[in-house]
């Protein structure tokens, strides 16, 4: 039943198409009255067909206005650079694919809701992932004043009970469950499927979007000017261009497969497998680059600094002014890291084989390491020994026992 109080105002819909904010664009219509405006925001994961058919899906649930926002350049340059820059892989293992993704899609979305005056905001997440968090968090922090609205996660549908009442309003999309979740974009692709809600199985080969297609091992040299890669194999281009371009080049490898075991933010452990070709192989290139051309307490800060704004962004916390103190940090640690760095790709691995850089650390004249020194005597060498192992000498003296 509609309600007057809530009839014709607008309201901005997070839509993707997909089941959850289906039931959403009707409901919200139809049951509440809202004027529905569904919006798509495209961070790399959308083809021009896809978005066409999910504005006509839009349109027929009920929705009285779609717009797909374009935010891949916007994403790198808000997100994805810094993931650069500071190396962030969660748990050593993950390169932030799906979470930076919501983070700049929320933003968006807040953003088109004030600019068309909209009176709530609502986004098809339930109240057992991490999404529920990150849109919450930028919508609460962004737009204050408009409220939010989520149908799925309130009444806490079941996916059954969804299409039961899709069905009894004329709608009978085909939503048959896939056996694998695929979530696409520029920084990675996540699957989820039977085998990662448990802990002792892996996803097998059919559950990754990009089959092994080449086998023969291919050099590739990477260029970073200022930590962002500018060029693959001399040819230079856009960052978000070079990225996607080694993604088509990698995945042919089928690189970049691996399973994230985590923390999530509402604080229990969960599982998710993902396909990052590009991302993996830019993160390790430009940490191997900078190990060349930053010093060793370089390298040691923005490694702190690096793990602690993925975690932050990850929980949703990128509207915290210490992000951008981070991202001031991280940006000007770039100065110096230019260079190329030469890799092989190999069928489901990649191989680092070295880097050229005017700011290679290594080439200095002072000497080659474990061989020959030219800046200092024995003597010397002795002497900076001796005063080094002052600290131990004393504290051995005084603590006599080592249990």
């Known amino acids: 039943m509609k309600t007057e ?50 504005k006509k899906r839009a349109l027929e649930l009920g929705a009285h206005s779609y717009n797909a ?17 500071g190396n962030v892989l969660r748990n050593n293992t993950y390169p932030l694919s799906v979470s930076a993704e919501r983070i700049v899609q929320a933003m968006e979305i807040s953003a088109y809701a004030r600019k068309i005056g909209a009176h709530a905001i609502a986004h098809g997440s339930t ?86 297609k080449k086998e023969k091992p291919e050099d590739v040299t990477l260029t970073f000017d200022r930590g962002e890669l500018k060029a693959i194999n001399g040819q230079a281009g856009d960052p978000v261009d070079n990225i996607r371009k080694l993604e088509a080049m990698a995945s042919a490898y089928a690189i970049g497969r691996d399973i994230h075991v985590g923390d999530t933010i509402i604080g229990i452990k969960g599982r998710v497998g993902f396909e990052a070709a590009a991302p993996l192989i830019i993160l390790k290139a430009h940490h191997l680059l900078e190990k060349h051309t930053l010093s060793k307490w370089q390298q040691f800060q923005k490694e702190q600094l690096g793990n602690f704004y993925g975690m932050l962004l990850h929980e949703g916390n990128y509207l915290d002014e210490v992000m951008r103190n981070i991202e001031a940090f991280l940006k000007d640690t770039q100065r110096h890291v230019s260079g190329e760095v030469f890799v092989t790709l ?41 005063i080094l192992s002052n600290p131990g000498k004393i504290a051995n003296q005084i603590n006599t026992t080592h249990d």
């Open 127 to 212: 109240g057992a992932g991490n999404d529920q968090v990150r849109f919450d968090m930028i919508f609460q922090i962004a737009s204050p004043e408009i409220e939010i609205i989520t149908p799925i996660r309130d009444q806490q549908l079941s996916r059954e009970e969804e299409i039961t009442y899709l069905r009894e309003n004329g709608v009978d999309y085909s939503w048959e469950k896939a056996k694998y979740s695929i979530n696409k974009g520029l920084w990675g692709t996540s699957v989820g499927g039977a085998e990662t809600l448990t802990s002792g199985k892996g996803l097998p080969d059919e559950a990754f979007p990009s089959p092994l």
């Open 69 to 85: 926002i374009d935010a891949v350049q916007s994403f790198y340059e808000k997100v994805v650079k810094y993931l650069i820059f």
């Open 346 to 386: 190999h069928p489901y691995r990649f191989t680092l084989n070295g880097i050229r850089s005017d700011f290679d650390l290594m080439a200095a004249k002072f000497g080659s390491y474990g061989e020959m020194n030219r800046a200092w005597t024995a003597e010397d060498a002795k002497g900076f020994i001796k």
């Open 5 to 54: 109080n809530t009839k014709k105002k607008k309201l901005v819909l997070a839509y993707s198409g997909g089941l959850d904010t289906s039931y959403c664009a009707m409901y919200l219509s139809k049951e509440l009255g809202y004027e529905v405006h569904a919006v798509s925001v495209n961070t790399g994961g959308f083809s021009e067909d896809e978005l066409e058919d999910i």
